[in-house]
């Protein structure tokens, strides 16, 4: 019986190396694409500065949205559902609210709901030229050195001032 138990305890140590290990690889590779996204490439090798036309399918359309949309759970976890199944880009929180009322049966403003997920941590702002009228919702593992979105979840550049002298996570 102790054999066993012995045998157990390894793999119980081997399977918990091998989740430390899988991690460590997960932060090198996001680490890489961020220096490969800062040179202007994708994560495919293609040139994205001198791209023309380059569009950004959302995760799902809004028909496939309108089908997987929770829509007998709380507003906290409808809009953690569309920001974690729908939305791939920081996004402002009047655009949400326009989703939001597309998609839910319950009517009613969200401002308030997506404050309360900002305390908790579970969404951020990040706020360009110290403007609240740009300033975009997103997930916090969008953010890059808690200074701006990753490039591939940064809002479109039409979005966004011409000149950006300041950019500004909020989290709390």
Same mark, same amino acid.
């Given at each position: 019986?102790?054999?066993? $138990?012995? /045998?157990? +305890?390894?793999?119980?140590? *081997?399977?918990? +190396?091998?989740?430390?290990?899988? #991690?460590?690889?997960?932060?090198?590779?996001? %680490?890489?694409?961020?220096?490969?996204?800062? %040179? !202007? %490439? &994708?994560?495919?090798? #293609?040139?994205?500065?001198? *791209?023309?036309?380059?569009?950004?399918? +959302?995760?799902? &359309?809004?028909?496939? *949205?309108? @089908?997987?949309?929770?829509?007998? *759970?709380?507003?906290?976890?409808?809009?953690? =559902? /569309?920001?974690?199944?729908?939305?791939?880009? !920081?996004?402002? /929180?009047?655009?949400?609210? @326009?989703? %939001? &009322?597309?998609?839910?049966?319950?009517?009613?403003?969200?401002?308030?709901?997506?404050? $309360?997920?900002?305390?908790? !941590?579970?969404?951020?702002?990040?706020?360009?030229?110290?403007? #609240?009228?740009?300033?975009? =919702?997103?997930?916090?593992?969008?953010?890059?050195?808690?200074?701006?979105?990753?490039?591939?979840?940064?809002?479109?550049?039409?979005?966004?001032?011409?000149?950006?002298?300041?950019?500004?996570?909020?989290?709390?």
């Amino acid at each position: 019986m102790s054999v066993s $138990r012995e /045998l157990i +305890d390894e793999l119980i140590k *081997a399977k918990d +190396d091998l989740v430390n290990f899988r #991690n460590s690889i997960n932060e090198k590779i996001s %680490y890489l694409v961020d220096v490969i996204e800062s %040179y !202007g %490439y &994708d994560e495919k090798g #293609n040139n994205i500065r001198s *791209a023309t036309n380059l569009t950004v399918k +959302d995760v799902l &359309d809004q028909s496939e *949205a309108w @089908k997987n949309f929770p829509q007998v *759970a709380t507003k906290e976890a409808q809009l953690m =559902w /569309l920001f974690e199944n729908f939305f791939n880009k !920081g996004i402002k /929180l009047s655009e949400v609210q @326009k989703h %939001y &009322d597309n998609l839910s049966s319950k009517k009613g403003r969200i401002d308030n709901v997506a404050r $309360r997920l900002k305390k908790e !941590g579970r969404l951020v702002v990040v706020k360009y030229n110290r403007s #609240n009228k740009m300033s975009f =919702w997103g997930l916090p593992l969008w953010i890059k050195e808690n200074k701006d979105f990753r490039l591939q979840h940064k809002p479109n550049e039409n979005l966004l001032p011409l000149d950006i002298f300041d950019t500004k996570v909020v989290r709390k």
